[in-house]
């Protein structure tokens, strides 16, 4: 019994201390993010990618409270479909994110908002079941696994969402790093509008990276720095609506992979392209279309309209 005893104490020791809390950063931290939005329909239908930076600056007190400000830097690219108006990108730099804090004790981060006031941001002590309602915008989503994910610092506990992104990898929340949505939300499966995690930082060591990366946005930025956007943002594709076919001017020569995903998940169509696409075969409605590279990562998502 004593015996038994024993080894039930090293396992305890073994699994539960082995997995102590990571606390959210408080300071030394920068969130990488990428986002796109198509404002449809009729004249001035375009789409809109931003790259977005948040990172931490002075604490202050609200209603008796230390909050971290949380500061952010973006540019955005603006793409018109089929207006014949250049594109043309917008920036800001050192923009309010929001309030954080953290109750370490409670394993909870708040957010505090002018609408909402002291809101619950992330619970990182959830369970199986319906993701709990916080001050990010979300569609009702379930968390259907809890494990551990090994990143640039460590193990991290995760849990993972029943959303996915355009790779079907599915979406989570990161102990110590936040939603692999983005930090502040919203919480959407993408369609006509999409959000991601791109990397995480702290204390200048490369965290978290996310899986499928695109070209010309990265994890190598400083704050107040903003790159180019490049290679595939700012394509035309046309026409958009289309009907027997789409193209456009790709920035290589090698073949690049193309599905078109409906709203239900399901690819309608897929194949390899160098610019010009045959969409026959497709039936008419609103498609996301996606463009990989030979080894499946995504270079590019843009929302279509199939007549």
């Known amino acids: 019994m004593k015996t038994s005893t024993t080894l039930l104490g ?48 002075a604490d202050t007190i609200i209603d008796g409270l230390a909050y971290h400000t949380v500061l952010f830097d973006e540019t955005c690219l603006t793409t018109y479909m089929w207006d014949p108006w250049p594109p043309w990108s917008t920036g800001q730099s ?79 929340v990161i102990e110590g790093v936040g939603s692999t949505f983005g930090s502040l939300g919203p919480m959407y499966p993408p369609f006509e509008s999409s959000q991601d995690l791109v990397c995480f930082r702290t204390d200048s060591e ?40 789409i193209a456009f001017e790709p920035p290589s020569q090698e073949p690049i992979g193309y599905k078109f995903i409906h709203a239900s998940g399901t690819v309608a169509l897929s194949g390899t392209t160098n610019g010009r696409i045959d969409t026959n075969k497709l039936k008419a409605g609103r498609y996301m279309l996606v463009l990989t590279d030979r080894k499946g990562t995504v270079l590019h998502k843009t929302s279509t309209v199939k007549l």
């Open 10 to 57: 090293l396992l305890w020791s073994f699994c539960c201390l082995g997995q102590s809390y990571r606390p959210f950063p408080e300071a030394d931290a920068q969130w990488s993010e990428y986002s796109t939005a198509l404002n449809c329909c009729g004249p001035g239908t375009n789409t809109v990618e931003c790259q977005r930076i948040y990172y931490f600056a």
């Open 206 to 245: 490369l965290i978290y990276t996310w899986s499928q990366q695109i070209p010309g946005i990265g994890c190598d930025l400083s704050v107040g720095v903003l790159p180019e956007l490049r290679s595939f943002i700012g394509t035309h594709f046309h026409p958009n609506p289309f009907d027997q076919y």
């Open 94 to 172: 050192g923009a309010l994110g929001t309030y954080l804090r953290q109750d370490t004790s409670e394993r909870r981060v708040y957010q505090w908002t002018a609408s909402l006031g002291d809101t619950l941001l992330y619970d990182f002590n959830m369970d199986l079941g319906p993701y709990p309602a916080t001050s990010i915008d979300a569609v009702p989503m379930e968390i259907t696994g809890i494990d551990s994910v090994l990143l640039g610092d460590g193990w991290h506990k995760r849990w993972v969402l029943d959303a996915t992104d355009f790779s079907m990898t599915p979406y989570a």
